[in-house]
């Protein structure tokens, strides 16, 4: 961690130092002695790149909004003749619904606190997946916005050759090396960005309380508002804020990603009520990893299968995508526990218990089958349900438990 840590921050460096001359009053200067006079009150490439790192880092925290925001400040900026060249985002029929849907989003969590979590809960899985579905959207909109950045400063193909230089390098057009460097750029602070702002959707989901969920809102807000607050004192300052937000999210990409995709899993398993139609493997299950498996990640997705021989085993793909690797599960004592919401896999070691898998919702109801699976000893009842059963039975309701 602390060698990737180093790494980023070498990065963000490198591109500051990249861009400073571009950023002070003193090449500012010395660019309006340029041969392109008559273009001086263009922005330079370092004021359009802090301007562009700013607005990527806001549309990354909340995509609609900030997509919707940018569209219509473009649109009412612009002059009437060039509104219909702008850029999709920037046309009416999509940032007016965009802006609707976000108040729409903003009314609910303003009622959060009073609505029963019966019906919140529901429509913080509808948000879920709409911050998903946006985020995506979102995503057409930041390689224009990174292309601008050298677009912009040089609408007619204009060289940034100095005074002096031959007319045939003076000719050559060099925007397209910085696009080249841009795009993965500006791709890599959105993605981070916004798998990290999207672990609050998550947290909201799994949460039981209203007043942490208005909190959670709170800080999304505040920290939206700090970026566009910067970037209007300063885009100098802006860009420097927007750039650490960028590192953090960078080192917490991989955290943020495996929550994420936890989130996603179990909210569209309870929202379709699949586990009414779904019924385990007897060999090979999806499942998440628990705190039991040493140093491999919580939350991390993969299938888990027994082998003669082997015991169980835990197969994955970092990132989903990368090759598969497998992790052997410690031999001991195992159970499955049957939660209020979802099954998991228990290494027992006496009257005390470890979470060593997760199973999502679509298990529920099926732990006598995955015991067999994974050659459990039996199962038991875990979190809110072992408590209901207790009480069940202290009242007389059911059988005698532990």
């Avoid at 002059?79 to 609707?100: D, G, H, M, R, T």
């Avoid at 879920?128 to 193909?157: C, I, Q, R, Y």
């Avoid at 050559?172 to 981070?192: E, Q, R």
Wanted: include cysteine.
């Amino acid at each position: 961690m602390n060698r990737q840590f180093r790494l980023l921050a070498s990065l963000f460096l490198l591109l500051v130092l990249a861009f400073e001359p571009a950023l002070t009053p003193a090449s500012a200067a010395a660019g309006a002695a340029a041969p392109a006079k008559a273009n001086s009150s263009a922005p330079t490439p370092g004021i359009q790149a802090a301007e562009k790192l700013s607005e990527i880092t806001g549309i990354a925290i909340s995509p609609l909004l900030g997509v919707g925001a940018v569209g219509a400040y473009r649109y009412m900026h612009a002059p009437e003749k060039e509104k219909a060249n702008l850029s999709w985002y920037a046309q009416p029929w999509f940032w007016i619904p965009a802006l609707l849907l976000v108040g729409i989003c903003m009314a609910k969590d303003t009622l959060g606190t009073v609505l029963p979590t019966s019906l919140k809960k529901p429509l913080d899985v509808l948000e879920l997946f709409e911050n998903k579905a946006s985020g995506l959207v979102a995503t057409g909109a930041v390689v224009p916005m990174a292309m601008e950045v050298f677009k912009t400063v040089h609408p007619d193909g204009a060289s940034l050759m100095p005074e002096g230089s031959s007319a045939m390098f003076a000719a050559l057009d060099f925007s397209w090396l910085g696009n080249i460097l841009m795009v993965p750029l500006a791709l890599l602070v959105y993605a981070s960005v916004w798998v990290v702002s999207h672990t609050i959707h998550v947290l909201i989901l799994v949460s039981p309380f209203s007043t942490v969920d208005a909190a959670l809102k709170s800080f999304r807000a505040a920290m939206l508002a700090t970026v566009v607050g910067s970037h209007w004192l300063s885009p100098n300052l802006g860009a420097l804020w927007a750039g650490l937000i960028a590192i953090v999210c960078i080192v917490l990409a991989g955290w943020a990603f495996r929550l994420a995709v936890f989130g996603h899993v179990f909210a569209w398993d309870l929202l379709t009520f699949r586990h009414r139609r779904f019924t385990p493997d007897a060999r090979e299950n999806w499942a998440f990893t628990g705190s039991g498996l040493g140093s491999l990640a919580v939350r991390t997705y993969g299938r888990l299968s027994r082998k003669e021989g082997s015991g169980l085993v835990f197969k994955y793909r970092p990132f989903l995508v990368l090759n598969e690797r497998s992790v052997t599960v410690p031999a001991g004592t195992h159970e499955i526990g049957r939660g209020l919401i979802h099954p998991e896999l228990l290494r027992v070691d006496g009257e005390s218990s470890t979470c060593v898998i997760n199973f999502p919702p679509r298990y529920k109801g099926g732990e006598t089958v995955l015991a067999e699976a994974c050659g459990a000893s039996g199962v038991r009842d875990v979190g809110l349900r072992a408590a209901v059963s207790w009480i069940k039975s202290a009242l007389g309701f059911g059988p005698a438990t532990a």
